[in-house]
């Protein structure tokens, strides 16, 4: 990584599948001619001089020409290393020395001036060569001895053998002490030794002199330092003619030493080192180029960074060159042999990161996708929560049902009851709710665990009372692994249960008209009455009676005016027709059968709510006489207590009077509170017939929302729920307030009108007043009436205004007839 | 041409493969060739060799299974656990072990403050590895079981068999054999009887030996006579290896004192090293004291102008010091050099963000996004998430939080973030489980309990607020808002 590359000048690729080392590649100025020539030598046996001659004005100044090499000879071994020196006796000029692995030859380099453009002509000749008796690592060529115009040679073999050789003679071989493997091998001409690495990985120094020494056995160093650490490099630079620097490159470290064994610097490197070249750039910088495993060339003065460049491939030898056409270039030879000639460029190289792959869209499409992702997104969560949610649509319970056929004898019917599960699940509840007069037997069932089905039946019979509705729901509810779960299905209970059919009759008190789209025969729509009976009792297609099984007395007819498309039904009282109503509602839904005699019930209702408030006071009463009552006895028995303890005897007889008397008060009015209680049951039960029969009627007028009929129902639906401060009436005028504030509210006035207190209400006319306004605004459907939001003129006749002038509800009946049967029933309750 | 001259050869070039193949050929020929035994045996140990004092790594079992562990609660300042917080100035956010961020990822910065064996098994253990940190040795011994597998013909030397006292006194063999042992073979155990037999075949003088031994006794875990063995050599021979092994147990031994007093004197015998002074640089990090190693790594540059390390720390200090221009320079070097990875064109992202070049800051994450692997787009999302907020997009914001999350599950920053922002969108009830998941997954942050205590407070639960408010300035004692919150619920409760 580097800000900086270094830039190719000329290159040039030496020979094919040849190998090349750090002592492969040699510059020195071989001819004489104040300029450096490039020698490189292979494994094969190549040796190759380079004079490199570039035109940096010239445009294409990077390539190699024919001209550049010098020469290219195979020699018969390999070329380990290459030096050169004054190597021949009585010649000053440089020669080259090429060490072989079993021999060492110096050569004489001969340049013949050319007289054509083809240039010069170079040749090399042997001038004398020494047979080695052992392998060869490295050789040096200095001035042993301090010898000046001459230079000798120094062979260092693998089995750590020193021979030297001074021009053409051997004069010493000298085995090193404490060696093992061959190390790098440098010669410091200040003092005059050699500075090696033994195996023990301390560098040593040894003095040529002291090495010539035949008469000592073992040789000693001048100066030893333990450095720790193989060697990869090693290399000497002459600072000033008695200072002398040694550079040693190991894996981790780059130490300088001075001639004397001083350690004068020493870096820690981050990276594994591949190469080195030292030099000098003139007193006192020593600069030092360091390539890196990552290719990068590292150079420092001294051990600071001053210059940092990439290179293009991984370098064996590294090395700087005075061209003829260049001073101070960079030579690199790779491995293969590719030598290059290069130049650390000042210009950084930018880095430019390669394109992103996704063309850029235009804003507007990006606009869309984005919209398109935030829609995915937002319908993806909320499917998610859904899924996240404990109680989902997806039930583990599938129940079914079966209703048994009845024969005419049968009293009860049975209902069979299938679950079926895909998973285990326990705890399983199922509870059979019936109306009042109807009784399931069993009414619950439990099932410790479901795994696959199982099967349940439950009878249905019939006990004394009024029935209005033949409605059976079947809750479910059970635990899973995870959650719980929730199942109900409703049935409704055939007809013949509680109905049998009855020769028909005519005038009776109450009779409904209904009309429809399209009519069905009688016989047709209560199909499951066996034909025996239809004939029995002389009831035909258009007109049947029927009885109620339980209380036969109790009877209504049903006739059809076919061409009118008209149904007629005849009852004793109104509580009677609830049921067939309620039938006839729910088979005809579809042919549009409609009435608008809604009002019929309301009279009764309206008496009905007057007991339930009536019985409700009578309770309350009959709670004050009991807890009186209660009192009395307390008194009179602690009385009683406190004079059988007295000492003086006296009589009794008053005070077991009066316990007798409060008993037999207690008694009675314990008995009457039964019977009060027994009857605003019945009442409740007569309560959830009207309203049934109200509220179904009113659905029958055809012009009422079905979901602000069903709140309505909802809000008075709980007749049979019993507390003594709570009872129906006060729930359901606090419900129908809310409605009434709510969804049936008509204008903004409605909104605001104070939430009725919480008392328990002893009069029924506000609650029957409600009841009234809403089944007003239910018929009326939905219209907003904004004028009389912003009206604050009361309308109205003056009359109800001077009974209840602060009653805003009152004046809004429009409806002639309720507001008639609800000042009639007020009549009545002021008559009572 | 000689096979060992050409095994020599390969071995230079770090060919150690082919060097140890020729190697073996030549011991077929003469098994008893030590040159060429040495040889294949360094060959052996190049290949697999690292800079152990750089891979240095704690973990579960050093940090906890350690009775030298001097001060549980050290004074602040003497201990990379106490450290104490920044100003608010130079706050910097923490990373995924509850270390302050640097500007460069190393091993040390992943180990966590292993105070309890809780922290410590949670901390390091992220969606990358689900294996949290064990100890050094065993990673070690990982690889050298490794290496076995490419010797078909089983080990090359069968340590258990070798004659320890006869080698150690072979010099030349010795040196080469011990690290043979130690780090080809991970066998501590025989590579201390080779080193304790060897010192004293050397007679105590090679400091060599005693460096050695002390790396043996560091991973035994027996840290103080390492460091008696490191300070012995070094009395001896200075080495700047030996300085950063001895400053390396120091760290360990959570004594940041004397590091930066080894390491001084460490510099005074190498002047300028750039190890030493990164090694202070980190320590000083470490303890908070931003200002003195951001000098420190401007000495680096100075000394070495493209250590990738000391320009990242040296940016993230500008960034964090609200200079994100200036940091944007050092990025932009970064990025010249060649550095191309998700982590810096996030860096660059977010300083242009900061420093108002608007037009490059979606290109910039647009490229970190497509150059990241794993967690590292976690963290790049959770940047998004902020530029979003600054421009106003919440919705986008909120998404990019989600994401973060969905890469990185144990992102508490950006538990807590989605957590502030879905309280302000009104979903409060959501925002409290955010900000207790944030809670749990970085105790080291204070914004996640300081929220939760805003919000318990403005909801009326005052209990829960006094009692996370504390917990909020116990992480971060300085923190104004904290202390109001704190200040206003001791008053209210005074007055019942």
Known sequence: ?????????????????????????????????????????????????????????????????????????????????????????????????????????????????????????????????????????????????????????????????????????????????????????????????????????????????????????????????????????????????????????????????????????????????????????????????????SNNLLIYEGSKLKWGAQLHATPVAISRASLESLQGCLIVLTEEGELECAYLGTEPTVFVPPPIQNSVLSNAELESKYASLQHQIATYSKASKESLGAPTQKSEIKLTTKTWPMSDSDTTCSIEIYLTTGSSVHN?????????????????????TINDSVEVSTRISVSEGDIWDLNCNIVCTYLSEETFGVVSTDVELPAKLVLELAPPSRGQDFSLTFTAMQVVILSALFSDFSADSWNTTNSNEYAAGFRYRNNPSITFTLTLNRPGLKYRLEGDSVTSLTLPVCILAKKLASKHLKSNQYSLGLNELFSAIDENIRLRNLIREIETELRLGSGQMRSAQRRLLSKMRDKTPCDMKPLSALIAYTHDYLMDAAHRMEGAQIDLNKNGHLLANLLKFTFTMIRLTGNVLEEELKQAYEAVCCTQHMSEEQGWAEITQFSLSHLLKTILARSVRDQFTPDPHTEVITNSFLLKKKIAVVIDRLLKGHRPREDRAVSPIMEGDDEEGKEKPTDSLYDELESEEIRNLLKKSQHNLDHL | ?????????????????????????????????????????????????????????????????????????????????????????????????????????????????????????????????????????????????????????????????????????????????????????????????????????????????????????????????????????????????????????????????????????????????????????????????????????????????????????????????????????????????????????????????????????????????????????????????????????????????????????????????????????????????????????????????????????????????????QKSLKIYANHMPSKDILNSLEKYFKNI
């Open chain 1, 428 to 448: 399983v509840n199922i509870t059979i709710e019936v109306c009042k007069p109807l009784v399931a037997e069993p009414a619950t069932h439990f099932i410790q």
């Open chain 2, 1 to 469: 041409m000689d096979t060992f001259y050409e095994a020599l050869s390969f071995y230079r070039k770090r060919k150690f493969e082919k060097s140890a193949l020729l190697c073996t050929e030549l011991l077929d020929k003469n098994p008893y060739d030590q040159a060429a035994w040495t040889l294949k045996m360094k060959a052996l140990t190049a290949q697999i060799m690292v800079d152990d004092i750089e891979a240095e790594e704690e973990g579960i079992a050093d940090s906890l299974l350690d009775t030298e562990t001097i001060a549980q609660a050290a004074r602040p300042g003497t201990s990379l656990r106490t450290a104490p917080a920044a100003t608010a100035a130079g706050l910097r956010p923490r990373g995924n072990t509850g270390r302050a961020v640097s500007g460069m990822v190393r091993p040390a910065t992943q180990s966590g403050l292993g105070t309890s064996l809780e922290n410590a098994l949670k901390t390091p253990r992220t969606a990358r590895s689900a294996r949290p940190v064990t100890t050094h040795a065993a990673r070690t011994l990982r690889l050298g079981t490794a290496s076995m597998m490419t010797q078909p013909d089983g080990p090359f030397i069968q340590v258990s068999r070798l004659n320890m006292s006869k080698y150690a006194s072979l010099e030349g063999i010795a040196k080469p054999l011990f690290l043979y042992i130690f780090y080809h073979e991970n066998d501590v155990r025989n590579a201390l009887d080779l080193a304790v037999e060897a010192t004293k075949a050397a007679q105590f003088k090679d400091w060599w030996w005693k460096v050695a031994l002390g790396k043996c006794y560091a991973l035994l875990g027996l840290v103080r006579d390492a460091e008696q063995q490191f300070r012995s050599a070094l009395k001896q021979v200075p080495t700047v290896d030996a300085f950063l092994r001895l400053s390396s147990i120091y760290t360990k031994l959570d004594q940041p004192l004397n590091v930066l007093e080894v390491c001084t004197a460490a510099l005074k015998i190498f002047p300028n090293e750039v190890t030493l002074q990164t090694e202070i640089a980190r320590i000083l990090e470490a303890l908070n004291n931003m200002p003195t190693s951001v000098k420190y790594y401007r000495e680096i540059l100075s000394e070495e102008a493209m250590n990738v390390e000391a320009i990242a720390c040296i940016a993230v200090n500008y960034f964090y010091s609200d200079q994100p221009e200036v940091a944007l320079c050092f990025y932009r070097r970064l990025l010249q050099m060649g550095l191309y990875n998700a982590e810096l064109f996030n860096n660059i992202g977010l300083c242009c963000y900061y420093a108002q070049h608007y037009d490059m800051v979606v290109n910039c994450f647009e490229r970190a996004l497509s150059l990241a692997i794993d967690e590292a787009a976690a963290d790049v999302w959770y940047n998004i998430a902020h530029v979003a907020i600054g421009v106003g997009d919440l919705m986008v914001a909120i998404q990019c939080l989600r994401l973060c999350i969905s890469i990185d599950s144990n992102h508490a920053a950006a538990y807590n973030n989605l957590g502030v922002l879905l309280n302000k969108k009104g979903q409060t009830r959501d925002a409290y489980g955010y900000f207790t998941a944030s809670q749990n997954l970085g105790s080291y942050l204070f914004e996640p309990f300081y929220n939760h205590s805003l919000l318990s407070k403005n909801a009326g639960d005052l209990q829960t607020s006094y009692n996370t408010v």
């Open chain 1, 1 to 293: 990584m580097s800000l900086f590359k270094v830039r190719d000048l000329w290159t040039t690729k030496c020979g094919k599948d040849e190998v090349f080392e750090s002592s492969s590649l040699l510059i020195a100025d071989i001819r004489g001619q104040n300029f450096d020539d490039i020698i490189v030598g292979s494994h094969s046996g190549y040796l190759r001089i380079f004079n490199p001659q570039f035109d940096l004005e010239a445009e294409e100044y990077g390539a190699f020409k024919a001209i550049d090499q010098l020469i290219e000879i195979q020699l018969e071994e390999p070329i380990l290393q290459i030096a050169v020196g004054k190597l021949v006796s009585g010649s000053k000029v440089n020669h080259l020395a090429i060490l072989h692995p079993r021999s060492v030859a110096v050569y004489n380099v001969i340049t013949k001036t050319g007289s054509t453009e083809h240039g010069d002509q170079c040749q090399i000749n042997i001038v004398y060569e020494h047979h080695l008796k052992r392998s060869a690592y490295s050789f040096l060529v200095g001035g042993f001895g301090g010898v000046e115009g001459r230079d000798f040679l120094c062979v260092l073999g693998l089995d750590g053998t020193l021979m030297f050789y001074e021009q053409e003679t051997l004069s010493l071989t000298r085995l090193l002490p404490n060696f093992l493997l061959p190390s790098p091998i440098v010669y410091i001409p200040h003092t005059d030794s050699f500075v090696l690495l033994n195996s023990n990985w301390h560098i040593e120094s040894y003095r040529y002199q002291i090495l010539g020494e035949e008469s000592t056995d073992r040789v000693l160093p001048s100066w030893s330092y333990n450095l720790g650490e193989d060697v990869n490099d090693m290399r000497f630079l002459s600072l000033t003619t008695n200072e002398a620097a040694i550079f040693v490159l190991t894996e981790r470290n780059f130490y300088c030493f001075g001639e004397t064994g001083v350690l004068k610097f020493c870096k820690r490197l981050q990276y594994i080192p591949l190469c080195c070249h030292i030099y000098s750039r003139g007193e006192p910088s020593v600069m030092s180029m360091i390539v890196s495993d």
